[in-house]
């Protein structure tokens, strides 16, 4: 069955870099997507990515995409305080509208 | 932008009541979702629907029902509440769209307790 896998918590200092990882079991998969939860808030879509593409970047945003392992990660550049959220990686099939979301990374974000 | 709104952001209610969660979003759109959230669990779909009076069972539907009587509208129906239900609810909306990518847009979320 579709399984998408995150790890459930990632601390950094305001300024680096931040990494969340995610890996999916369904080669089907047509879109990937990462989704933000702010604190007492809805999600919101941040980005995605179709299958066939191994990179996007979106300013301070670079999703990375490897069919191959199934792994999908997401790279906040120069990381603020701001950023301190709860982020869900999910995916989708051409067609349909459903979406299949992973437990979520809680980033925590220290000055 | 799209708006999704939920009817209460915290609700407490006692074990066996009836209970309505309203949703409804203002951009026409076809699709609508209700989720449950709770930690180390993520999200799971309860129900979603394509169009009105049409729904679909998600991956948790049990203990649940849902009403799609207007586009705009999509309520989730507990009807005999019980503290495994306690949680956070979240509505979302989406449409179609030809390149096939699914944005959802997704409110506030409802925390309900039940005791």
């Known amino acids: 069955g579709e399984d998408v896998e995150q790890s459930l918590f990632l601390s950094v200092r305001e300024g680096d870099s931040s990494v969340i990882n995610c890996t999916y079991t369904?080669?089907?998969?047509?879109?990937l997507y990462w989704y933000k939860q702010e604190p007492g808030a809805g999600l919101q879509l941040l980005t995605y990515?179709?299958?066939?593409?191994d990179m996007k970047q979106d300013q301070r945003l670079t999703v990375l995409l490897n069919k191959k392992d199934k792994h999908l990660s997401l790279r906040i550049a120069d990381t603020q305080t701001g950023d301190s959220a709860i982020y869900f990686c999910a995916e989708s099939y051409s067609g349909y509208s459903t979406l299949t979301f992973g437990k979520g990374t809680m980033l925590l974000v220290s000055p | 932008d799209v708006k999704v709104t939920q009817s209460s952001r915290y609700l407490v209610k006692r074990t066996g009541e009836k209970v309505f969660l309203e949703c409804v979003q203002d951009m026409d759109h076809e699709n609508m979702f209700w989720y449950r959230q709770d930690p180390g669990l993520g999200l799971r779909l309860i129900y979603f629907s394509y169009d009105v009076k049409m729904k679909e069972k998600g991956d948790i539907p049990e203990g649940y029902s849902v009403s799609r009587e207007k586009k705009e509208r999509f309520s989730l129906i507990l009807e005999s509440a019980s503290t495994n239900q306690t949680s956070m609810y979240l509505c979302?909306?989406?449409?179609?769209?030809?390149?096939?990518?699914?944005?959802?847009?997704f409110g506030p979320g409802t925390r309900l307790l039940v005791l």
């Open positions: 369904d080669s089907s998969s047509t879109y």
């Open positions: 990515i179709f299958s066939n593409m």
């Open positions: 979302a909306s989406s449409y179609f769209r030809e390149t096939g990518v699914e944005t959802q847009y």
